[in-house]
């Protein structure tokens, strides 16, 4: 069985051409969404279908996509609020200390005393650095920037993020 890992979501249609919006989840958009590329498109209740891109822009915070074989906005209108994924066999391998979302997403989040500050839920792509929010209870969403000083290990077998939180980072001194 193939596992797929998602890569954005459709979220509307721009204009009348076959566009789609997409907010995209990867790291790699320039890769995932160059012309020819193949992405799976998922929706509640169907099978996947294989989609071949056929041109990629930027347009505000959005990937703009078109698809082969889909011209107009009433073939893509079903599209919506579908989720666009890639194969296993479509991720290539990363260099060292570089990591997929999907690999990230669930970690559990350890503080230098050995605390467990959460689970990472999400990850924002700020342009600068990732910042990956983390899931605490009882208190509000942490913001964890992923830097060299903040973040000290990764460890995915133990399902474990290793950070170093300076000062004030925290709302919630204890």
């Given at each position: 069985?193939?596992?797929?890992?998602?890569?954005?979501?459709?979220?509307?249609?721009?204009?009348?051409?076959?566009?789609?919006?997409?907010?995209?989840?990867?790291?790699?958009?320039?890769?995932?969404?160059?012309?020819?590329?193949?992405?799976?498109?998922?929706?509640?209740?169907?099978?996947?279908?294989?989609?071949?891109?056929?041109?990629?822009?930027?347009?505000?915070?959005?990937?703009?996509?078109?698809?082969?074989?889909?011209?107009?906005?009433?073939?893509?209108?079903?599209?919506?609020?579908?989720?666009?994924?890639?194969?296993?066999?479509?991720?290539?391998?990363?260099?060292?200390?570089?990591?997929?979302?999907?690999?990230?997403?669930?970690?559990?989040?350890?503080?230098?005393?050995?605390?467990?500050?959460?689970?990472?839920?999400?990850?924002?792509?700020?342009?600068?650095?990732?910042?990956?929010?983390?899931?605490?209870?009882?208190?509000?969403?942490?913001?964890?920037p992923y830097?060299?000083?903040?973040?000290?290990?990764?460890?995915?077998?133990?399902?474990?993020?290793?950070?170093?939180?300076?000062?004030?980072?925290?709302?919630?001194a204890d």
């Amino acid at each position: 069985m193939t596992n797929y890992y998602e890569v954005g979501k459709i979220v509307n249609t721009h204009g009348i051409q076959g566009e789609v919006r997409v907010i995209s989840q990867t790291d790699f958009p320039e890769e995932r969404y160059q012309v020819g590329a193949t992405l799976y498109l998922f929706q509640d209740g169907k099978s996947p279908l294989k989609l071949t891109v056929a041109s990629h822009r930027q347009h505000k915070n959005f990937d703009l996509l078109t698809f082969e074989g889909y011209y107009n906005i009433n073939m893509v209108e079903p599209l919506r609020d579908g989720i666009l994924k890639v194969s296993e066999y479509q991720l290539g391998e990363l260099e060292e200390n570089e990591y997929y979302y999907h690999e990230i997403i669930g970690l559990k989040v350890i503080d230098e005393k050995d605390r467990e500050i959460g689970e990472i839920t999400e990850i924002l792509a700020t342009g600068a650095n990732d910042v990956w929010i983390v899931k605490r209870k009882n208190k509000k969403d942490a913001l964890i920037p992923y830097i060299e000083s903040v973040v000290k290990e990764i460890d995915l077998e133990a399902g474990k993020v290793y950070v170093e939180i300076p000062e004030g980072l925290l709302d919630d001194a204890d």
